[in-house]
């Protein structure tokens, strides 16, 4: 099975901050990386896809990088309704998701 | 406008069954596949199921963890799909949510059900 690691597991940070989450591959996954926001209470919501395809609806201070292996989600400018956790998912062979980072208010 | 509602949730010993049913609305359900995804209490996502659409032979697909206890499939004349749970445990304690699946080759959950408790304990 593909095990997918997130770092760091909690981040605390402020409104107009530049926010990276990393996601990292136990193996190669080309660009099937998937990243999921989900607010307490809620189901989660398609944010990026295919690595770095930003999903319609979803603002562009949103974006994704990364192949192979290592993947980033970035903020570029942290708004009060992101804080909330961010889930990376691979789709390269069945799915797996990471353990979740939380952003958190500072 | 696209639309999942879970339900059939509740509280069920261990050893019994339950089935979720995840109705849809806004899209043509027979040409998309659908997945569902759980969550324990307070942990993170973990994938559960999938079924195809017919056109890619309406096969299923499932976690290890579930394996030959759960079983999903479709009624595409009611646009529902269902998961069928046997032989809970207490560890099948969750939230599940039902999912849009969208693709061919790389297969992305881009619809999401609100969720329906399953709480296994005795």
């Known amino acids: 099975d593909i095990q997918m690691t997130q770092s760091p597991s909690t981040l605390s940070a402020s409104v107009g901050d530049r926010v990276t989450i990393t996601c990292r591959a136990s193996?190669?996954?080309?660009?099937?990386l998937a990243w999921y926001q989900q607010t307490p209470g809620k189901a989660p919501k398609l944010l990026i896809y295919k690595a770095s395809s930003l999903e319609s609806g979803v603002p562009s201070r949103f974006s994704g990088s990364g192949s192979g292996t290592e993947f980033t989600l970035t903020i570029s400018s942290l708004r009060p309704d992101d804080f909330a956790t961010y889930y990376c998912?691979?789709?390269?062979?069945?799915?797996?998701f990471g353990q979740g980072t939380k952003v958190e208010i500072k | 406008e696209v639309q999942l509602v879970d339900s059939g949730g509740g509280l069920v010993q261990p050893g019994r069954s339950l089935r979720l049913s995840c109705a849809t609305s806004g899209f043509t359900f027979g040409d998309y596949a659908m997945s569902w995804v759980r969550q324990a209490p307070g942990k993170g996502l973990e994938w559960v199921g999938f079924i195809r659409s017919k056109s890619y032979g309406g096969t299923t697909e499932y976690a290890a963890s579930v394996k030959g206890r759960f079983t999903i499939s479709r009624d595409v004349s009611k646009t529902i799909a269902y998961l069928q749970m046997n032989s809970l445990k207490t560890e099948d304690t969750a939230v599940y949510y039902c999912?849009?699946?969208?693709?061919?080759?790389?297969?992305?959950?881009?619809?999401w059900g609100q969720g329906t408790l399953v709480t296994v304990s005795s």
């Open positions: 998912q691979q789709y390269y062979t069945h799915w797996t």
């Open positions: 193996q190669s996954i080309s660009n099937w």
């Open positions: 999912t849009r699946a969208r693709g061919f080759r790389g297969i992305v959950f881009d619809y």
